[in-house]
């Protein structure tokens, strides 16, 4: 192959493989409500790893019967550095009581990276919060 092709071939490389990032992260605009829910529930499963991590709750319905869900969060080294999260912070049993906002789709699934916050409920003790965060309306 002549230079040109090789710059050319070269270039179109470079273009594709920094564009994979950028695609890679998908925005959730629309995806989630805009108002904020708060529920209790005890800790399953909790999956410290990037870009996202995942606390998976049972959390009782209104007849009482414990339904499954999933906390999305920021991601491990998000949490570490910001609110000294270790692989301990959550164990399995433990109650918790989050503020976030549900999927639409009505599936058990709760955004806790933006206007949220998570806290330890025997203890009262906070133990994430976006920086957005506000108190719903009827905790305040």
Known sequence: MNGKVMMLFGFIA??????VPFFAHHGDAGRYEENTVVMTGTVVEVQLVDPHSIVVLDIPD???QAVRWQAELGGRNALAK???WTKNTLKFGDKVTITGR?????APYINLTEKANMVLTDTGKEIFRTNNYEA????K
């Open 62 to 64: 209104a007849k009482g």
């Open 136 to 139: 719903p309306a009827a905790a």
């Open 102 to 106: 549900r999927v639409k789709s009505g």
């Open 82 to 84: 910001n609110f000294g």
């Open 14 to 19: 470079a273009l594709l493989l920094t564009s």
